[in-house]
């Protein structure tokens, strides 16, 4: 059995095609492929190269493929995934199942094994995600930046600059974000932050950047940045409970996946999360993604041909052989 995993990101995109037991055969990487920010001819070519640099690596096992799992970000929202299938299926053998996820599935898989749960996204965006016994899905938040994008790494940032923005006019408390986010830009003046934020990049972006500055100067003790995380993880629960209550009984033993660039080291979320879940959903358990998202696709794919066993020596053997 022969399965392409594809994770398709506002970032990168990765592909990797392995077999049941974890063994990698081939890997690659191309640029963004999420279709809500890019034209369909560079949404094209970043699929068409990246499958390309897979067949030219073992055109043998490609010819096999059995099925492909793609887990994209932007799909579902669109409402496009079968034309995305469609694009797919033009570049793999006639007889490969293709599958078209949103990029979530990845994530959850790859802190699950296949297994149901919830997974709580926080890169530069953010969103909650879950599947139960009975394969029914529910999502909460995620509805951008611009409304609803608590715990993401823009969040961080944006909460970040307005506390420095707030020292800065005297109505705020002193924070070491200060000090730390002028360093950032290379600036020695609060004033000529603007400047850098609204720049050719989109301010978004650019904002995101600093969430690695805010969790930083929590874990060194700064009040204003751990009041920032307080809030974010009280945000965040608000989601996992909503979300947990369409799919779960309060008590269940459900794991919740922490997945995305924010929880690079989740001590400060873990521990917040636990202290605010007492109450509501007493049996929780919060776990750390255990691969890659790409090989929450190659898991999605071993599940969609029936196999539903996938074990910690799977994940093992991926982790041995996919380049980080």
């Known amino acids: 059995m022969y399965v392409l995993g594809i994770d398709g990101g506002g970032t990168k995109t990765s592909g990797v095609v392995a077999d049941e037991q974890g063994t990698v055969?081939?890997?690659?990487?191309?640029?963004?492929?999420?279709?809500?920010?890019?034209?369909q001819e560079k949404f094209e070519d970043v699929l068409y190269k990246l499958?390309?640099?897979?067949?030219?690596?073992?055109?043998?096992?490609?010819?096999?493929?059995?099925?492909?799992?793609?887990?994209?970000?932007?799909?579902?929202?669109?409402?496009?995934?079968?034309?995305?299938?469609?694009?797919?299926?033009r570049k793999l053998p006639e007889k490969t199942k293709v599958i078209v996820k949103n990029d979530a599935y990845n994530a959850l898989y790859s802190g699950t094994l296949g297994n149901p749960g919830i997974v709580q996204i926080a890169?530069?965006?953010?969103?909650?995600?879950?599947?139960?016994?009975?394969?029914?899905?529910?999502?909460?938040?995620?509805w951008g930046y611009l409304f609803d994008d608590a715990g993401s790494g823009y969040y961080f940032g944006k909460e970040g600059l307005r506390s420095v923005f707030e020292y800065g006019d005297g109505r705020g408390p002193a924070t070491a974000l200060t000090d730390k986010i002028l360093s950032h830009f290379?600036?020695?003046?609060?004033?000529?932050?603007?400047?850098?934020?609204?720049?050719?990049?989109?301010?978004?972006?650019?904002?995101?950047?600093?969430?690695?500055?805010?969790?930083?100067?929590?874990?060194?003790?700064?009040?204003?940045?751990?009041?920032?995380?307080?809030?974010?993880c009280e945000e965040m629960m608000k989601c996992i409970e909503a979300c947990h209550s369409k799919l779960f009984s309060p008590d269940h033993p459900t794991v919740i996946v922490l997945s995305g660039g924010v929880?690079?080291?989740?001590?400060?979320?873990?521990?917040?999360?636990?202290?605010?879940?007492k109450q509501t959903l007493p049996n929780v358990v919060f776990r750390e993604?255990?691969?890659?998202?790409?090989?929450?696709?190659?898991?999605?794919?071993?599940?969609?041909?029936?196999?539903?066993?996938?074990?910690?020596?799977?994940?093992?053997?991926?982790?041995?052989?996919?380049?980080?």
């Open 123 to 142: 890169g530069t965006g953010s969103i909650t995600f879950g599947i139960n016994y009975e394969e029914k899905k529910a999502r909460c938040g995620g």
């Open 289 to 324: 993604t255990r691969m890659p998202p790409v090989g929450g696709a190659v898991i999605g794919g071993i599940k969609a041909l029936g196999i539903d066993s996938i074990d910690e020596t799977f994940a093992e053997q991926m982790n041995r052989q996919i380049r980080k």
């Open 186 to 232: 290379g600036m020695s003046d609060i004033a000529d932050l603007i400047g850098s934020i609204y720049g050719d990049e989109h301010p978004r972006s650019i904002i995101a950047k600093l969430s690695p500055i805010v969790v930083g100067a929590a874990e060194a003790g700064d009040t204003v940045a751990k009041g920032i995380i307080r809030t974010a």
């Open 25 to 39: 055969y081939m890997q690659a990487n191309g640029g963004s492929s999420n279709p809500n920010t890019l034209t």
């Open 263 to 277: 929880f690079t080291n989740p001590t400060q979320f873990v521990c917040r999360l636990n202290e605010q879940c």
């Open 51 to 89: 499958l390309n640099d897979l067949q030219q690596q073992n055109p043998d096992v490609f010819s096999k493929l059995d099925v492909c799992f793609a887990g994209m970000s932007g799909v579902g929202e669109s409402g496009r995934d079968a034309e995305f299938a469609g694009l797919l299926k």
